[in-house]
């Protein structure tokens, strides 16, 4: 759902938002500006130190540095407080005009009714449940189990999937930290297994290369089988070690017991 469009201050002939912060009040611009000129003297407090460190003779160099870096610190809190204070004093003297306080009092009703109709966020999206993770995980490992060996590309299409392949992960990274011992080198091996599911149309490229080798081969080309062919066997190391990389990430993750 597309967000309505905020009301923009120029349409109500003023030159900022800020200008209706006071909702047309000359008197809360007047003290705000009050309290940006009190920030503004007391910027100069951070001088202080500087000046108290060049007084001692024995470390007058490092007091001179120190008065120097909070100078020019205390230099900037002190112009942008004055700035404001002189912007909040401008914009006091304006809202004593009734046209332009009236435009102020629209514009910030105007944005009262844009935040009020405003659609209601997205919530954001429920953890998966150990619950829902195993049911996940174990649909997962079924689906594994009946498709049979490992096939010659070394990879499978993404679609046998019966879930996404994120969500899969997920699970397996919720139900890790409460798996036993005794079934944890299945649980990882199985994990691990993710790596060899690639997208479908990465799977049809590399199954193509395969077959094409294959006949090669079959023809009275031995050479030109696929395990000789470098793309298909430098494809197989990748899929190893992206294999090894679940692995790892799984044990460490089963390695994290629940505590309490």
């Not at 629209?106 to 405003?118: N, S």
């Not at 199954?207 to 009275?220: L, Y």
């Given at each position: 759902?597309?967000?309505?469009?905020?009301?923009?201050?120029?349409?109500?002939?003023?030159?900022?938002?800020?200008?209706?912060?006071?909702?047309?009040?000359?008197?809360?611009?007047?003290?705000?500006?009050?309290?940006?000129?009190?920030?503004?003297?007391?910027?100069?407090?951070?001088?202080?130190?500087?000046?108290?460190?060049?007084?001692?003779?024995?470390?007058?160099?490092?007091?001179?540095?120190?008065?120097?870096?909070?100078?020019?610190?205390?230099?900037?809190?002190?112009?942008?407080?004055?700035?404001?204070?002189?912007?909040?004093?401008?914009?006091?003297?304006?809202?004593?005009?009734?046209?332009?306080?009236?435009?102020?009092?629209?514009?910030?009703?105007?944005?009262?009714?844009?935040?009020?109709?405003?659609?209601?966020?997205?919530?954001?999206?429920?953890?998966?449940?150990?619950?829902q993770a195993r049911d996940i995980m174990e649909e997962y490992t079924r689906q594994v189990a009946g498709a049979g060996p490992l096939p010659s590309p070394v990879c499978r299409p993404v679609s046998q999937l019966p879930y996404p392949k994120?969500?899969?992960?997920?699970?397996?990274?919720?139900?890790?930290?409460?798996?036993?011992?005794?079934?944890?080198?299945?649980?990882?091996?199985?994990?691990?297994?993710?790596?060899?599911?690639?997208?479908?149309?990465?799977?049809?490229?590399?199954?193509?290369?395969?077959?094409?080798?294959?006949?090669?081969?079959?023809?009275?080309?031995?050479?030109?089988?696929?395990?000789?062919?470098?793309?298909?066997?430098?494809?197989?190391?990748?899929?190893?070690?992206?294999?090894?990389?679940?692995?790892?990430?799984?044990?460490?993750?089963?390695?994290?017991?629940?505590?309490?």
């Amino acid at each position: 759902m597309n967000r309505p469009t905020p009301p923009r201050a120029r349409d109500f002939g003023l030159a900022s938002e800020w200008d209706a912060a006071g909702n047309g009040d000359p008197a809360y611009h007047r003290d705000e500006a009050q309290e940006s000129f009190k920030s503004a003297a007391l910027s100069l407090v951070f001088l202080v130190p500087g000046l108290i460190l060049t007084s001692f003779p024995s470390i007058r160099l490092w007091g001179i540095l120190a008065l120097v870096v909070l100078g020019l610190f205390g230099a900037f809190m002190f112009v942008n407080m004055v700035g404001i204070g002189m912007a909040e004093v401008r914009r006091s003297k304006m809202m004593r005009d009734p046209a332009i306080a009236e435009a102020a009092r629209r514009y910030h009703e105007a944005i009262v009714r844009w935040k009020r109709d405003l659609p209601p966020e997205s919530p954001p999206p429920e953890a998966m449940s150990v619950e829902q993770a195993r049911d996940i995980m174990e649909e997962y490992t079924r689906q594994v189990a009946g498709a049979g060996p490992l096939p010659s590309p070394v990879c499978r299409p993404v679609s046998q999937l019966p879930y996404p392949k994120d969500v899969i992960r997920e699970a397996f990274l919720v139900v890790a930290p409460y798996v036993s011992d005794d079934v944890e080198v299945e649980f990882r091996a199985s994990y691990a297994q993710l790596a060899y599911f690639v997208p479908d149309e990465e799977f049809a490229r590399v199954d193509e290369a395969f077959r094409q080798a294959d006949e090669r081969a079959k023809s009275g080309d031995p050479s030109a089988g696929p395990e000789f062919v470098p793309q298909l066997h430098q494809y197989a190391l990748e899929r190893d070690a992206e294999w090894q990389t679940l692995l790892k990430e799984i044990h460490a993750a089963a390695s994290r017991r629940r505590r309490g």
